[in-house]
């Protein structure tokens, strides 16, 4: 009689920045929950995969996890899958970064876990490309796992997939499962009888042939996901599944990923296209037409003939969509160029330089769909940590002096600026304002500037449509509740009111002209009107060298011959870098033959670690502010040339999780007002200084 071979695997990850509660969490409520109900089925075989850093939390925190784990791969009954150690997203990442995560992460399972072999391998977010198939079987690889609508992209029909196909990029082979839709969405959040319906139906349709059937999905749905502990452990659905399938293995029988390669040849040659799981082709495409797709997916969700042919975008599509997100990427793989300097030169610390750069390439940060993502700010700061401890080692034994280089570093066809020393980073965009979009401090491995803009997303829709029925989160909700849940639940209330969104990309040195009466609370809703068109207009820039006192210096001049208020108008500002920070001078000429009176607001933002009951201010008659961020021990100052009034207040955006709406901190503006009543001809002059510094403490 024919049966299925049923293949359960589940991945386990927490991303580098995450916070230690909810490792733990986490551990508590879906892994450990998850083992011991394993641990108790000698009779069922699965498949795991977990991140390096998870496994170095287990080895750390809960070493007991680890001999479970051994436990269970030294019966058979258990088969790890490698990856990348820190889960990058490997079609983003250098050829060479990916054989170098993929070897860290396998020597571990072989050394941890005495396993002679590691044949398969976890792609973060199922993302492929088919140029990946030569690198991930160079690297030893000899299967890995995907999604089945990867499958029906490629014209296949996803009710005929069984067991493994194979693809090759010239000529190095891949095998690849694919991962049922039907099991993914059933496990555990459907009935366990339609489980077994659909085992015996499959049975029926294949009559003297063994059919696999792979579900491989998050483990963090197994209790951890909104109210899913209470389901999955509370009320025994896994461990009633179990059970259902150790009773019915005259119909099913769990297996291996490896056991299927043995015992089964593959299912025919396939060439599959850029891809992910459906849900992120959805959340990649751009904001405007993904309301769209998503409405044609509902209207075609019953029919299967048309829908096979409706596919959206794939995952380098963030990198258009945020800017925040392809600077962070181009940021990675500029330092990934350094860093394979450094070990080509076998410079000491080279291979702690790859390792930082390794754990920058976690996936998590670098894009946004039902879980936060790029809208975290700690994980976005994690990264830009990791990278820079990475471009620091570099510094150390490969940059020999501080300079201005120019070259195209987020590839949008214009040249930036960068300016590079032992100490910091300034990273300069001509044609976006003459704006700042980076500065890194080395001393706190911290990126000022790493603040995310406010854009609007599909999803503000429903929660402004929903605004007066929303849920608020509670932790007695008992209906279980899945990532795809379609209630408006929110974590605060009035989120609806925060829904703003900006005019232009959020950086340092934007240089607004507003009206002598603009009041702080139109230019945090955006209320007001540019008078100019420099905040995000082209820069001419120039590098300019000095000699002062035997010391050789160097100084970015960015001008703009523009318009003010109808009126010709040229804006020149000099950026000079100084120990750990900039001073900046600006003239406004007036090139008309009018008086100009407006008001000029050169904007700046810090992305500080947390708010603060300060930044919601406007400041009368000063010409110093000053910020301290307790969690790095930072304090920023900006000194004025002059006294007067400053408007401050926090940059904070609504986004959509697993948990339902929030609200997240991002970042401080600090905006100084600057009355500017020019005579035809005349110049305005005016300048400040910013510092980032460790706090001084008392007594020392």
Same mark, same amino acid.
């Given at each position: 009689?024919?049966?299925?071979?049923?293949?359960?695997?589940?991945?386990?990850?927490?991303?580098?920045?995450?916070?230690?509660?909810?490792?733990?969490?986490?551990?508590?409520?879906?892994?450990?929950?998850?083992?011991?109900?394993?641990?108790?089925?000698?009779?069922? *075989?699965?498949?795991?995969?977990?991140?390096?850093?998870?496994?170095?939390?287990?080895?750390?925190?809960?070493?007991?996890?680890?001999?479970?784990?051994?436990?269970?791969?030294?019966?058979?009954?258990?088969?790890?899958?490698?990856?990348?150690?820190?889960?990058?997203?490997?079609?983003?990442?250098?050829?060479?970064?990916?054989?170098?995560?993929?070897?860290?992460?396998?020597? &571990?399972?072989?050394?941890?876990?005495?396993? @002679?072999?590691?044949?398969?391998?976890?792609?973060?977010?199922?993302?492929?490309?088919?140029?990946?198939?030569?690198?991930?079987?160079?690297?030893?690889?000899?299967?890995?796992?995907?999604?089945?609508?990867?499958?029906?992209?490629?014209?296949?029909?996803?009710?005929?997939? /069984?067991?493994?196909?194979?693809?090759?990029?010239?000529?190095?082979?891949?095998?690849?499962?694919?991962?049922?839709?039907?099991?993914?969405?059933?496990?555990?959040?459907?009935?366990?009888?339609?489980?077994?319906?659909?085992?015996?139906?499959?049975?029926?349709?294949?009559?003297?042939?063994?059919?696999?059937?792979?579900?491989?999905?998050?483990?963090?749905?197994?209790?951890?996901?909104?109210?899913?502990?209470?389901?999955?452990?509370?009320?025994?659905?896994?461990?009633?599944?179990?059970?259902?399938?150790?009773?019915?293995?005259?119909?099913?029988?769990?297996?291996?990923?490896?056991?299927?390669?043995?015992?089964?040849?593959?299912?025919?040659?396939?060439?599959?296209?850029?891809?992910?799981?459906?849900?992120?082709?959805?959340?990649?495409?751009?904001?405007?037409?993904?309301?769209?797709?998503?409405?044609?997916?509902?209207?075609?969700?019953?029919? %299967?003939?048309?829908?096979?042919?409706?596919?959206?975008?794939?995952?380098?599509?963030?990198?258009?969509?945020?800017?925040?997100?392809?600077?962070?990427?181009?940021?990675?793989?500029?330092?990934?160029?350094?860093?394979?300097?450094?070990?080509?030169?076998?410079?000491?610390?080279?291979?702690?330089?790859?390792?930082?750069?390794?754990?920058?390439?976690?996936?998590?940060?670098?894009?946004?769909?039902?879980?936060?993502?790029?809208?975290?700010?700690?994980?976005?700061?994690?990264?830009?940590?990791?990278?820079?401890?990475?471009?620091?080692?570099?510094?150390?034994?490969?940059?020999?002096?501080?300079?201005?280089? !120019?070259? %195209?570093?987020?590839?949008?066809?214009?040249?930036?600026?960068?300016?590079?020393?032992?100490?910091?980073?300034?990273?300069?965009?001509?044609?976006?304002?003459?704006?700042?979009?980076?500065?890194?401090?080395? *001393?706190?491995?911290?990126?000022?500037?790493?603040?995310?803009?406010?854009?609007?997303? /599909?999803?503000?829709?429903?929660?402004? %449509?929903?605004?007066?029925?929303?849920?608020?989160?509670?932790?007695?909700?008992?209906?279980?509740?899945?990532?795809?849940?379609?209630?408006?639940?929110?974590?605060?209330?009035?989120?609806?009111?925060?829904?703003?969104?900006?005019?232009?990309?959020?950086?340092?040195?934007?240089?607004?002209?507003?009206?002598?009466?603009?009041?702080?609370?139109?230019?945090?809703?955006?209320?007001?009107?540019?008078?100019?068109?420099?905040?995000?207009?082209? &820069?001419?820039?120039?590098?300019?060298?000095?000699? *002062?006192?035997?010391?050789?210096?160097?100084?970015?001049?960015?001008?703009?011959?523009?318009?003010?208020?109808?009126?010709?108008?040229?804006?020149?500002?000099?950026?000079?870098?100084?120990?750990?920070? &900039?001073?900046?001078?600006?003239?406004?000429?007036?090139?008309?033959?009018?008086?100009?009176?407006?008001?000029?607001?050169?904007?700046?933002?810090?992305?500080?670690?947390? *708010? /603060?009951? %300060?930044?919601?201010?406007?400041?009368?008659?000063?010409?110093?502010?000053?910020?301290?961020?307790? &969690?790095?021990?930072?304090?920023?100052?900006?000194?004025?040339?002059?006294?007067?009034?400053?408007? !401050?207040?926090?940059?904070?955006?609504?986004?959509?999780?697993?948990?339902?709406?929030?609200?997240?901190?991002?970042?401080?503006?600090?905006?100084?007002?600057?009355?500017?009543?020019?005579?035809?001809?005349?110049?305005? @002059?005016?300048?400040?200084?910013?510092?980032?510094?460790?706090?001084?403490?008392?007594?020392?």
């Amino acid at each position: 009689m024919s049966k299925v071979k049923f293949i359960f695997c589940t991945h386990n990850h927490q991303p580098i920045g995450n916070f230690g509660w909810v490792f733990e969490k986490a551990y508590r409520s879906a892994y450990k929950p998850f083992m011991d109900i394993m641990l108790n089925h000698p009779k069922i *075989k699965w498949n795991m995969h977990a991140s390096g850093m998870l496994w170095e939390y287990f080895e750390k925190e809960h070493p007991d996890y680890i001999k479970d784990v051994k436990k269970l791969t030294n019966s058979g009954n258990l088969e790890i899958l490698s990856g990348g150690y820190y889960e990058p997203l490997m079609a983003s990442i250098p050829n060479r970064d990916k054989i170098g995560q993929i070897t860290k992460l396998t020597k &571990y399972i072989k050394k941890t876990f005495c396993c @002679k072999e590691v044949n398969g391998l976890w792609l973060a977010e199922r993302v492929w490309e088919p140029g990946m198939a030569k690198v991930l079987s160079a690297s030893g690889c000899q299967y890995s796992v995907l999604d089945d609508s990867h499958f029906v992209a490629a014209g296949m029909n996803a009710e005929n997939l /069984s067991g493994y196909y194979t693809t090759e990029d010239e000529g190095y082979s891949l095998n690849i499962f694919p991962i049922n839709k039907k099991m993914r969405y059933l496990i555990p959040f459907g009935l366990i009888e339609d489980i077994l319906k659909y085992f015996k139906k499959l049975i029926e349709k294949n009559p003297g042939r063994d059919i696999v059937v792979v579900m491989a999905d998050d483990g963090e749905k197994f209790g951890m996901w909104p109210t899913t502990y209470q389901h999955v452990y509370e009320n025994k659905w896994l461990e009633n599944f179990l059970v259902a399938l150790e009773e019915n293995s005259d119909i099913v029988e769990t297996a291996t990923f490896s056991e299927i390669l043995e015992i089964k040849k593959s299912s025919g040659r396939v060439y599959l296209p850029c891809a992910s799981y459906e849900e992120m082709s959805e959340w990649t495409l751009p904001v405007e037409v993904q309301q769209s797709f998503e409405n044609i997916l509902e209207r075609y969700k019953y029919d %299967d003939v048309r829908k096979r042919f409706l596919h959206g975008g794939f995952w380098r599509n963030f990198l258009t969509r945020y800017e925040e997100a392809n600077n962070m990427h181009k940021k990675m793989l500029y330092v990934s160029k350094k860093i394979e300097k450094c070990l080509e030169h076998e410079k000491r610390h080279s291979q702690k330089a790859a390792y930082d750069l390794y754990a920058g390439q976690c996936n998590c940060a670098y894009w946004h769909g039902v879980f936060g993502g790029l809208y975290l700010p700690h994980l976005r700061n994690a990264i830009y940590n990791k990278l820079l401890k990475a471009e620091e080692l570099y510094n150390k034994s490969m940059l020999k002096k501080a300079s201005w280089n !120019v070259f %195209d570093f987020n590839c949008d066809s214009h040249e930036e600026y960068l300016y590079e020393s032992k100490t910091q980073n300034i990273y300069v965009l001509p044609s976006n304002g003459g704006s700042i979009f980076e500065w890194d401090v080395f *001393k706190f491995h911290h990126n000022l500037l790493d603040v995310l803009t406010r854009r609007y997303e /599909s999803y503000h829709k429903k929660l402004k %449509d929903n605004a007066e029925k929303t849920v608020l989160i509670n932790d007695d909700d008992s209906h279980i509740q899945t990532i795809h849940n379609d209630s408006v639940r929110v974590k605060e209330v009035g989120l609806d009111k925060y829904l703003v969104y900006d005019k232009y990309k959020r950086a340092s040195l934007i240089d607004h002209f507003f009206t002598n009466n603009i009041k702080n609370e139109d230019f945090i809703f955006n209320c007001y009107e540019e008078k100019g068109d420099f905040f995000n207009g082209m &820069y001419e820039p120039e590098i300019k060298y000095s000699k *002062k006192f035997f010391k050789k210096s160097t100084r970015l001049v960015l001008s703009r011959y523009g318009k003010v208020d109808g009126k010709d108008v040229k804006v020149t500002k000099e950026i000079v870098p100084i120990p750990n920070g &900039y001073n900046v001078k600006y003239e406004i000429k007036n090139n008309s033959n009018e008086d100009l009176d407006v008001c000029f607001a050169p904007e700046q933002i810090f992305a500080f670690t947390s *708010k /603060s009951g %300060d930044d919601y201010s406007v400041l009368k008659d000063v010409d110093i502010w000053k910020r301290y961020d307790s &969690y790095l021990n930072m304090e920023v100052e900006i000194k004025f040339s002059e006294k007067g009034e400053i408007f !401050v207040y926090p940059v904070e955006t609504v986004s959509n999780s697993d948990n339902g709406f929030e609200k997240t901190y991002q970042g401080t503006v600090v905006l100084p007002l600057i009355k500017c009543l020019v005579n035809p001809g005349e110049v305005k @002059k005016f300048s400040f200084s910013t510092i980032a510094n460790l706090k001084k403490q008392k007594g020392l």
